[in-house]
């Protein structure tokens, strides 16, 4: 048996889950301040579903085999696709703008580098049904929500707007055709951060031109501005700036297009979206607008310790029961009791020494711990703080329904443990 996982695939010990929660949280919480309501989907989808949106070249990418049913199918490698199926099978019975949010793990064939594995998790928000620029605006805004949540702010992060069909329209007036310009515009986008002799040798007749715009020598968007404009109203002005070096590659983007960046330029894109109006329809649903973003774990968990910030660590237990061996029918009982009450209770089914259960208490990060030894027979437990070591005692009897009543109950410990 091997002890790594498989390349690209991450194990998550205790520490690191609590990490991921952590974003997971701040990823939620924003949604639900946005009024995004959350979904999911199958990680399993049939392969058709990506190869209808993105083309045949993408399945080099993708997790796919032919199942028993003979169907071919996929490992999810990006939840656009499942929610267009699911908002044309159902949009009817949603009131529009249709605003869903998910936290999706997702699977791609990738060679595996700093912020980019093959699988990972991503929170995706999408507005389905409205075509104002102000539902990219508000999106962006929940964005920088989310960031702020984790610690990050504008001087640690920048949203970077531009507009892919301000894009279409200057490479027409180029003279770049209609089914030329995908090929064009993902060029442009691995091209951002390359130099001017890489540029200027695989865009040819088109690199001044480009150099122009990306030296901001160009008109504006009309989109951009007005989006800028609602970002700015939202109180996220600051976080964003016009940047035309964003195209996003994906052809289905239609409109105003933005990533997220570290503001130092060390890291991939911690987030991207835009508008992508088309898709809907030909995945064979409604003819709907739609704007979304991704943003996934593993670029911005790099970005966080660049940062430094500190993420929720692993918790244990509040209580931990320490209990003679003689009296653990008595702590069991107690341990089931309080656990219906709402509080996290744990203890050492083995009943080992009473000073290797204090230890396991420690080692396991309890607050409490309750010491059920020999004082029970006179009505009286131990209570300790482990972290000041102060100790008390506290009250127990039998209610008239056999329930074990401690008194002080749990939330009044604090106040008698000096």
């Excluded at 080692?363 to 300790?384: F, H, P, S, T």
């Excluded at 070591?389 to 000096?418: F, H, M, N, Y």
């Amino acid at each position: 048996m091997t002890g790594q996982p498989l390349p690209g695939f991450r194990d998550f010990f205790p520490p690191e889950h609590a990490a991921l929660r952590g974003i997971f949280q701040a990823w939620r919480e924003a949604s639900r301040c946005g009024g995004f309501t959350e979904y999911e989907g199958p990680e399993l989808e049939s392969l058709e579903l990506y190869t209808e949106k993105s083309g045949d070249e993408i399945v080099g990418q993708l997790y796919h085999f032919t199942d028993k049913g003979d169907r071919q199918v996929a490992l999810r490698p990006e939840m656009t696709p499942t929610l267009a199926r699911m908002v044309a099978s159902q949009h009817r019975n949603y009131r529009k703008p249709i605003k869903w949010f998910s936290v999706p793990r997702l699977f791609r064939y990738e060679r595996p580098q700093k912020g980019r594995h093959r699988e990972h998790y991503q929170w995706n928000c999408d507005i389905v049904g409205e075509k104002s620029p102000m539902a990219e605006a508000e999106l962006i805004g929940v964005l920088c929500l989310g960031l702020s949540l984790l610690g990050l702010g504008p001087k640690d992060v920048v949203v970077k707007v531009s507009d892919r069909s301000w894009w279409d329209a200057f490479l027409e007036k180029q003279g770049v055709g209609e089914t030329e310009r995908p090929t064009v515009l993902r060029t442009l986008d691995r091209l951002e951060s390359a130099t001017t002799e890489q540029r200027r040798e695989k865009l040819g007749a088109l690199a001044g031109a480009v150099e122009a715009v990306w030296e901001g020598k160009s008109a504006d968007s009309e989109a951009v501005g007005q989006v800028r404009k609602g970002v700015e109203a939202l109180g996220y002005g600051d976080w964003c700036e016009t940047d035309y070096r964003v195209v996003r590659g994906l052809a289905y983007y239609t409109g105003v297009v933005f990533e997220v960046h570290d503001r130092a330029g060390k890291l991939r894109a911690v987030a991207g979206g835009g508008r992508y109006d088309d898709l809907l329809k030909r995945l064979g649903g409604e003819d709907l607008p739609a704007v979304g973003f991704g943003m996934g774990d593993a670029v911005l968990a790099e970005l966080l310790r660049e940062k430094k910030i500190t993420m929720p660590q692993a918790a244990g237990a509040e209580i931990f029961i320490v209990a003679e061996a003689k009296e653990q029918e008595m702590a069991l009982q107690i341990t089931g009791q309080l656990r219906r009450s709402g509080f996290s209770v744990d203890f050492d089914p083995g009943a080992g020494k009473w000073g290797k259960q204090l230890e396991m208490a420690e080692a396991k990060g309890a607050r409490w711990a309750l010491l059920v030894g020999r004082e029970v027979g006179e009505g009286r437990l131990g209570l300790k703080e482990l972290a000041s070591r102060k100790q008390s005692e506290i009250r127990w009897k039998s209610g008239t329904d056999g329930k074990i009543c401690l008194e002080p109950t749990p939330g009044e410990w604090a106040k008698v443990c000096i």
